[in-house]
């Protein structure tokens, strides 16, 4: 079971970036994804989150109205398009995989599976 994350980079404020979690090894349709991100000295954070089936997305209030979950199961890829980006949101992101079910949702680090190795996010003012 792999996780790979992509699409980090430097943008400006204001600016967007897409990243993107392929998984390997496993059909991860039927199982939610989140993302989490990190700052050093920080505790990993939720970010987002989308069931397996139905896809019904959850989100961290820091970043509800400005970042998107969503996923194409086709070929086994969660995304997360990040909009109207903020010096704060800059971190490491992290994509995982929460195995308990098809509608299972949780916001818990500790609860998730897998992980992938990260993408840096920077954002400049």
């Known amino acids: 079971v792999q996780l790979q994350a992509s699409g980090g980079g430097l943008v400006q404020a204001g600016g967007s970036l897409r990243l993107s979690c392929a998984a390997s090894?496993?059909?991860?349709?039927?199982?939610?994804m989140g993302w989490f991100r990190q700052t050093p000295g920080k505790e990993r954070e939720f970010v987002a989150a989308?069931?397996?089936?139905?896809?019904?997305?959850y989100y961290a209030d820091s970043v509800k109205g400005r970042f998107t979950c969503s996923r194409d199961n086709a070929k086994n890829t969660v995304y997360l398009q990040m909009n109207s980006l903020k010096p704060e949101d800059t971190a490491v992101y992290y994509c995982?995989?929460?195995?308990?079910?098809?509608?299972?949702?949780?916001?818990?680090?500790?609860?998730?599976?897998?992980w992938g190795q990260g993408t840096q996010v920077t954002v400049s003012s």
């Open positions: 989308i069931s397996g089936r139905g896809g019904s997305t």
């Open positions: 995982a995989v929460y195995m308990a079910g098809p509608y299972a949702y949780t916001a818990d680090e500790s609860d998730y599976d897998y």
């Open positions: 090894g496993r059909t991860f349709s039927s199982y939610t």
